[in-house]
């Protein structure tokens, strides 16, 4: 019996870190000037980690299955959210998943503020979105329509915890 548990955990261990050395960390502003442009040359399972500053674009995950997160992810520091910033600059909405994104599109730490657009100023969640999103700063954004924090429609389902609203 001690033979097959040895063995289990060995194929286990052999079996993660295979899974693990796949991914990759794509940094922000480091390796990517934008959050978008590091979004663009994804994989699943990749994670782009963005540096504390203000990050003046409009983001779309485009159906990727990857984490985009501040500093938070790997320090647990609350701090960051207030201190990474995205900015909408009025043009569109902030964050928009609208391409079937589920929970493994995952958004985290981040303060989104200045998003204008009629449905969802701050996150739009169209049609058959489900992503995960944690520790957020929704605030300062505009919806014509409806939504101006974030707008839900269709059968979409977010997992939502947020840090403020």
Same mark, same amino acid.
């Given at each position: 019996?001690?033979?097959?548990?040895?063995?289990?955990?060995?194929?286990?261990?052999?079996?993660?870190?295979?899974?693990?050395?796949?991914?990759? %960390?794509?940094?922000?502003?480091?390796?990517?000037?934008?959050?978008?442009?590091? %979004?663009?040359?994804?994989?699943?399972?990749?994670?782009?980690?963005?540096?504390?500053?203000?990050?003046?674009?409009?983001?779309?995950?485009?159906?990727?299955? %990857?984490?985009?997160?501040?500093? %938070?992810?790997?320090? +647990?520091?609350?701090?960051?959210?207030?201190?990474?910033?995205?900015?909408?600059?009025?043009?569109?909405?902030?964050?928009?998943?609208?391409?079937?994104?589920?929970?493994?599109?995952?958004?985290?730490?981040?303060?989104?503020?200045?998003?204008? *657009?009629?449905?969802? +100023? +701050?996150?739009?969640? *169209?049609?058959?979105?489900?992503?995960?999103?944690?520790?957020?700063?929704?605030?300062?954004?505009?919806?014509?329509?409806?939504? +101006?924090?974030?707008?839900?429609?269709?059968?979409?389902?977010?997992?939502?915890?947020?840090?403020?609203?």
């Amino acid at each position: 019996m001690f033979r097959f548990g040895f063995v289990f955990t060995v194929l286990f261990l052999n079996f993660t870190i295979s899974v693990n050395l796949s991914a990759h %960390i794509l940094n922000v502003p480091d390796d990517f000037e934008t959050i978008q442009g590091a %979004i663009n040359e994804f994989e699943d399972g990749d994670t782009v980690l963005v540096q504390p500053g203000e990050y003046v674009e409009n983001i779309v995950f485009g159906g990727n299955a %990857i984490t985009v997160a501040s500093l %938070i992810l790997t320090t +647990g520091d609350r701090a960051y959210i207030d201190s990474t910033i995205i900015d909408g600059d009025g043009r569109d909405c902030v964050v928009s998943f609208e391409d079937e994104e589920d929970s493994t599109s995952v958004l985290r730490g981040f303060t989104l503020k200045n998003g204008r *657009q009629s449905y969802g +100023g +701050g996150i739009d969640c *169209q049609t058959d979105t489900s992503p995960t999103l944690i520790d957020l700063i929704v605030e300062d954004n505009i919806a014509e329509a409806y939504g +101006g924090g974030i707008y839900i429609t269709h059968s979409s389902s977010p997992y939502i915890s947020m840090g403020y609203c």
